[in-house]
């Protein structure tokens, strides 16, 4: 299972574009990287899903350079309703069922 | 609304007690998950079932048991509480194919053990 690193928080202001990396080095033929984001007191919700080059939609998105060791999750013009955890999560259904980490996510904050 | 539900939301159990939280989806999903989530840390596994009748250990299965009754639901049971199963509980379901796969999370029940 690839092991994904992303920064444990960052601060932005409202109306900025703000951008998320997640590095996963060991990343497997047939894996898939997908976010997530978590508000408090509530269970983690998917945000994009994505296997290379760009997805979009109508909520952010997801940049993965052409050898697929990063990824980077792009908010655009965040509001003080995105301030959540977020997590990147790399694998394939097939194999990883039962491995997907979550670890401690990105606690990204919005000031107004 | 097709989703995970959970029940209950809120509990305060005492050391010693025992308690069932229940999950169901109704989505059709094969694999169902049980995570903790302690404040400010990260989910950990618990117990999963990857269908009707299965079920294993995940990361932190001790003091747990589960039942998977059917494919909509997946219980967890705590037989004797302890403080240190205070936590958020979140049920989840998985489906995917050809790689891709997405979560779908429950709302969560807040257990406190006093």
């Known amino acids: 299972l690839a092991k994904t690193t992303q920064p444990i928080s960052m601060d932005s202001y409202e109306g900025q574009e703000v951008n998320i990396t997640c590095s996963h080095n060991n990343i497997a033929t047939n894996d898939y990287i997908t976010w997530y984001q978590q508000f408090p007191s509530q269970g983690p919700r998917f945000i994009i899903q994505g296997y290379k080059t760009k997805v979009t939609n109508e909520v952010a998105s997801l940049f993965i350079p052409a050898d697929r060791k990063s990824s980077t999750l792009s908010l655009p013009r965040v509001s003080l309703s995105d301030t959540a955890v977020y997590y990147c999560?790399?694998?394939?259904?097939?194999?990883?069922?039962?491995?997907?980490?979550f670890g401690s996510g990105t606690k990204l904050n919005v000031k107004p | 609304n097709a989703g995970v539900t959970q029940t209950p939301k809120f509990r305060v159990l005492k050391t010693g007690q025992s308690m069932t939280l229940l999950c169901a989806q109704d989505m059709n999903h094969e694999y169902m998950y049980w995570y903790r989530q302690d404040p400010g840390m990260g989910l950990r596994l618990i117990h999963y079932s990857v269908g009707e009748g299965t079920t294993a250990k995940g990361e932190v299965p001790d003091g747990y048991n589960v039942s998977r009754l059917n494919k909509r639901e997946f219980s967890l049971r705590l037989e004797s509480a302890a403080p240190s199963q205070t936590s958020v509980y979140f049920c989840?379901?998985?489906?995917?194919?050809?790689?891709?796969?997405?979560?779908?999370f429950g709302s969560g029940t807040r257990l406190t053990v006093v």
């Open positions: 999560l790399v694998g394939d259904i097939s194999y990883n069922f039962n491995k997907f980490y």
């Open positions: 989840a379901s998985l489906t995917g194919g050809e790689g891709a796969y997405g979560y779908t």
